[in-house]
């Protein structure tokens, strides 16, 4: 499957879905059905986030698809020229600045050089970005997912993160705020499903985006799976409920209770 008919399929549900129903289905209904909804512009760290993805997983084609600026200077006939040269040199690529490239090196090294890590999404060992496509058995929600390596020697699923703070108790967090968890148990779901294989090992390799882009590479628990479990399941229920009565309601409509949360008191 193309990457922009991957993106494009809107009948069915991926995690990021997902992540929307849970706020609300009219969040959903906005970014991936209004017939009237502006095409999404990628902001600067989403073409980072990106571009590090794929020189880290699929470094043999990111210099197809990427291209690092030079440093010239633009107010001079001579700058105009060079920086004229290449982008004619590298029309159709997505052009980074040398600072953008220079940090997606620095991100894609620490992680492909990590002796664990490095061994996780060895090529030779599988493949990235495989589009998986799948019909919930419980709910019967048509969904899709792309793992961004899976490792199929090791029949395991690895997750690349980019983090301000890959240490565990910050990473944990970020597990439970982006719903990280829920990825898991959805993917690992996906895969054994779709390959007829026993459940993929989920492993994130956490990497920070700063100096001195420190790795770390983390399983969530049991505990923590059956919850993503529980979560992408419920929230599967509600967006087949809202397709079936065409209904993407957005929050209660009637006078809620509300107390202030707990690290506020």
């Known amino acids: 499957m193309i990457e922009q008919d991957y993106h494009k399929d809107t009948t069915r549900i991926s995690k990021s879905g997902l992540d929307l129903i849970a706020k609300s289905p009219a969040h959903y209904w906005q970014k991936y059905l209004n017939p009237n909804r502006e095409p999404d512009s990628p902001t600067p760290a989403l073409v980072i986030g990106a571009a590090t993805h794929m020189a880290t997983l699929e470094p043999a084609i990111y210099h197809t698809a990427y291209a690092t600026a030079p440093v010239v200077d633009r107010r001079t006939k001579d700058g105009k020229q060079a920086f004229a040269d290449f982008e004619l040199a590298n029309e159709g690529k997505t052009i980074l600045t040398a600072e953008q490239g220079a940090l997606v090196e620095s991100i894609s090294n620490a992680v492909r050089l990590h ?18 496509l799948w019909i919930d058995q419980d709910t019967g929600a048509p969904c899709k997912c792309r793992p961004d390596f899976a490792n199929t020697r090791l029949n395991a699923l690895i997750d690349l ?18 719903r990280y968890h829920v990825q898991a148990a959805m993917y690992s779901d996906a895969w054994e499903q779709a390959n007829n294989l026993p459940a993929p090992a989920f492993i994130f390799i956490a990497v920070e985006k700063t100096p001195p882009f420190a790795v770390a590479i983390y399983v969530l628990d049991d505990a923590a799976i059956n919850l993503g479990r529980a979560t992408y399941k419920e929230n599967l229920k509600t967006y087949m409920s809202c397709r079936e009565l065409n209904h993407w309601p957005a929050y209660s409509e009637n006078i809620e209770p509300l107390s202030l949360p707990s690290y506020a008191k």
Request: avoid cysteine.
């Open 115 to 132: 002796p664990t890590a490095g061994r996780l999404i060895n090529p030779d060992d599988g493949a990235a970005e495989i589009p998986v």
């Open 161 to 178: 993160k980019t983090t301000d703070d890959a240490s565990p108790a910050a990473f944990a967090r970020s597990v439970y705020n982006y």
